[in-house]
């Protein structure tokens, strides 16, 4: 007995200084990931991302307004290891200034693969004190096209015929005008022969004001200026006021949210959407079904009949990204989430993340990353499960928008093989980038004076953009787009352009750039 005994405690003793060996080699780490939901971090990239770091990750649901359960983790000091927040949110810089955030730039020596990828990044995300406190996600340039006249493939070819159709042209307005005209003619039963999406605040169409190379703000002799004042804003209501009122643009436009949008795609009688190339993919498939298979909608440039160019900024999309991602000082184990981090954001992280397993869903051909089997198929025809299922993007992290240097392919294994409709946009949508990066997050914040005059501003351009392209001559149109710059001055737009100017103008002496300026 007595041996026995001694057997055991020599055993429980081995077990003991075994746990905390154990433990270290499985460190659990909380995320916030304001973009999850409520999915499981058990499908195969997320086991085969815990096998390779060691890292098992905690996912904390974004439940109910993710925005709002920041704020709440905040102020109650309960915030994970990890969050993913809006990199244009005050939140952001609310988490800095209440120390919640972990200075990255102090442990850069542990972060070689961040330092590798991000690059010139890391200095245009730095806080005002010099420092960086978060990566972005979804950073770098990224020239995906994005909007244009998305217009049905078998009504085009009706009007200009297959080889115009099928041209890398662009049209001219006054073109693209008369092909409309005449479908109108054709079709009068029609009140929607051009949809668009209803307004977003502050902004018109992305079509209409890139075409017109109207930027989000408008920088003219030392000053930043809203881009009502750009000589190219009031050109491009003129386009779509003059739609309006010949008939072609749906009247309804103002209440067009997706649903509804996608509905009125779906019918025949539509000729065009104008935005995003990939907003039409549902009434796509839905009329291919039930018409013909060109029924389609495909992408299209149309450029001024002035334009000296078909450089036109149609896809503003920012190189810092859209998110945030942070370690914050509740991290308990700070080595294990750097070294976790810098693994997502290398380009072995990266590909395990966007590509998949590499010899189950990717492998080397002559030197070349190529998908296996049938995977591009399957997510193009059941994206939402095929996602969800393998895993590839499902966890979008450090997200870094550019191809493969050693071989060109694309950072996502699902961009490799283009189906039609990408085919089409990456034809015609040329010349559309620009990095709309040096814009952002300009606009005061909070409950100060200047963001309260700031909406102010804001408010009475949403109400006027609606009125004058709905308005039922071209002159009411002007006289409406007058009224609403007096309104705009009246609410205070001079004070909030020099209070965004001296912003701007010290983040472009910071990264060393030239202001961007009209095209026109």
């Not at 086991?47 to 990750?57: A, C, D, F």
């Not at 977003?200 to 017109?212: R, V, Y």
């Not at 949508?429 to 606009?443: I, K, M, P, V």
Request: glycine share 6%; hydrophobic share 40%.
């Amino acid at each position: 007995m007595k041996k026995w005994l001694s057997m055991l405690l020599a055993a429980l003793m081995v077990l003991a200084m075994m746990l905390p060996a154990l433990a270290e080699e499985s460190v659990t780490i909380s995320f916030f990931d304001k973009n999850s939901g409520v999915r499981e971090f058990t499908d195969p990239v997320a086991k085969e991302l815990e096998k390779r770091t060691g890292v098992k990750i905690d996912l904390v649901s974004p439940t109910g307004n993710p925005a709002e359960k920041l704020s709440l983790m905040l102020s109650g000091n309960d915030y994970p290891d990890i969050v993913l927040m809006d990199r244009s949110s005050d939140i952001v810089n609310q988490y800095i200034e209440a120390g919640a955030l972990v200075n990255l730039s102090e442990h850069f020596d542990k972060l070689p693969h961040v330092v590798e990828m991000y690059g010139e990044t890391l200095q245009k995300t730095r806080y005002n004190d010099g420092n960086n406190y978060y990566l972005s996600n979804w950073y770098g340039y990224d020239p995906d096209p994005v909007n244009g006249f998305i217009c049905r493939y078998d009504y085009m070819i009706e009007a200009v015929g297959q080889e115009r159709a099928d041209s890398a042209e662009p049209f001219k307005w006054s073109e693209m005008v008369d092909i409309l005209r005449k479908f109108k003619e054709a079709h009068p039963e029609s009140s929607n022969v051009v949809v668009m999406s209803e307004p977003s605040s502050g902004s018109i169409n992305g079509t209409f004001a890139g075409m017109n190379s109207v930027y989000p703000y408008f920088a003219k002799d030392g000053k930043l200026l809203f881009s009502v004042r750009d000589p190219g804003f009031l050109d491009a209501i003129h386009e779509m006021n003059e739609l309006y009122r010949e008939g072609i643009l749906d009247p309804e436009w103002t209440s067009n949210a997706s649903e509804l949008r996608n509905q009125k795609l779906s019918n025949n009688g539509c000729f065009a959407y104008v935005g995003a190339y990939w907003d039409t993919w549902t009434p796509s498939a839905a009329l291919m079904a039930s018409e013909n298979a060109n029924a389609e909608y495909l992408a299209y440039k149309v450029i001024p009949d002035d334009a000296t160019t078909d450089a036109l900024p149609l896809a503003g999309r920012s190189s810092l990204g859209w998110d945030a991602i942070a370690i914050t000082a509740n991290c308990k184990n700070l080595d294990a989430a750097l070294a976790f981090v810098d693994y997502c954001a290398s380009q072995e992280g990266q590909d395990l993340l966007l590509w998949g397993i590499e010899g189950q869903d990717w492998e080397f051909v002559d030197g070349v990353r190529t998908p296996i089997g049938d995977i591009v198929a399957r997510y193009q025809a059941d994206p939402s499960n095929t996602v969800n299922d393998t895993g590839i993007t499902k966890w979008t992290w450090f997200v870094k928008n550019d191809v493969h240097p050693d071989d060109g392919t694309t950072c996502r294994i699902w961009f490799n093989e283009k189906d039609r409709s990408a085919t089409y946009a990456y034809q015609n949508l040329t010349n559309g980038y620009y990095d709309s990066a040096e814009f952002a997050a300009l606009e005061p914040a909070g409950s100060t004076i200047e963001a309260l005059m700031f909406q102010g501003v804001v408010d009475q351009f949403n109400q006027y953009y609606p009125r004058m392209v709905n308005a039922a001559t071209a002159e009411e149109c002007d006289a409406l787009y007058n009224e609403m710059v007096s309104a705009m001055e009246n609410a205070g737009m001079s004070t909030i352009e020099d209070y965004m100017s001296e912003i701007y103008y010290a983040r472009l002496a910071l990264w060393g750039l030239e202001p961007t300026t009209s095209g026109r």
